[in-house]
């Protein structure tokens, strides 16, 4: 599996807030998340309850979307990435790992009874105008193809 450029994985490190896209029936929401970025599986991880918009529509349609920014009105610091994922509960082994990064980076959730959340991430574009106006890194997750599939019979 190939990896999100190392300037991609910093800029996401850093910063601590995403914004969620989710939609189902044709009707889009947004929800902003505290999160935590688990580099080795390249998901991020953040928290919410069952009942909230955002996951009652994840719960019917798993491919999200979102985005992570520098707030600055200065044209030549503008940074930001967006993404594309899939949203799962993770179970047993992820859990504990996903629950381990949650709690290190934000300690004061282990107060709180909640979900955790994972986002498999799909698509990475990172734009980041300190590298030249309007520069911008893309990453896209290798899809594992079956060689029965092939519809080219060539191949």
């Known amino acids: 599996m190939s990896l999100p450029d190392k300037r991609i994985v910093d800029f996401i490190n850093e ?8 939609s189902f029936d044709e009707e889009p929401y947004c929800a902003n998340c505290f999160y935590v970025y688990m580099e080795e599986e390249n998901s991020l991880v953040f928290t919410s ?5 955002h996951i009652q529509q994840a719960s019917h ?3 999200v979307a979102g985005s992570i920014v520098l707030e600055t009105t200065v044209i030549g610091k503008i ?4 993404f594309q994922g899939i949203i799962s509960e993770p179970n047993a082994e992820l859990h504990e790992k996903a629950r381990k990064a949650y709690l290190k980076r934000f300690p004061i959730a282990m107060l709180m009874k909640t ?7 799909t698509f990475l574009k990172f734009t980041d105008n ?3 106006f309007g520069k911008k890194l893309k990453w896209e997750k290798e899809l594992i193809v079956n060689p029965f599939l092939r519809t080219n019979p060539n191949k």
């Open 15 to 22: 910063h601590h807030v995403l914004t969620l896209a989710t």
């Open 115 to 121: 979900t955790l959340w994972v986002v498999d991430l």
């Open 130 to 132: 300190r590298l030249g």
């Open 49 to 53: 309850d069952y009942d909230t918009k």
């Open 61 to 63: 349609n798993i491919y």
């Open 79 to 82: 940074q930001g990435v967006q």
